[in-house]
């Protein structure tokens, strides 16, 4: 079970749909995938919530911009039978600097600006724009 291309389907689908919200199983790594695009603008806002039955769920609040939604395009690149990693210098440029490139990296979930800047690589996640 791939838990990012579940999560970024969740996203897609909600802002296509024009949805104000939409919610999905809470990880780590998830809450890190939600950060990222929170800090980039892509989203509104983010909660994580207990549904009484000792899990969690991730809420995203849906951002847009006269009623287009900020994430137009969201892809996965690394799949669990094929995971796609970069090093520092091979770090990809979305849309000439225009899109967002999400890693797992040593230092946590990062944009590739802030791989850049912290200087590691890791693995290649998901591009949005």
């Excluded at 104000?20 to 199983?25: A, F, G, L, P, V």
């Excluded at 995971?83 to 990062?110: A, D, E, F, W």
Aim: glycine residues 12%; charged residues 20%.
């Amino acid at each position: 079970m791939d838990i990012v291309s579940d999560f970024i389907t969740v996203l897609r689908n909600g802002s296509l749909a024009e949805k104000e919200s939409c919610s999905t199983q809470w990880s780590g790594l998830l809450e890190g995938i939600a950060r990222v695009l929170k800090d980039s603008g892509m989203i509104k806002n983010f909660e994580k919530i207990d549904d009484g039955n000792n899990k969690f769920v991730l809420r995203i609040n849906l951002k847009y911009v006269n009623s287009i939604p900020a994430i137009t395009e969201i892809h996965t690149v690394s799949t669990p039978g094929c995971r796609q990693y970069c090093g520092i210098k091979k770090i990809p440029n979305v849309l000439g600097g225009m899109g967002l490139v999400i890693m797992s990296t040593s230092h946590g979930v990062l944009s590739g600006f802030e791989a850049n800047k912290q200087g590691v690589g890791g693995e290649l996640l998901c591009y949005a724009w």
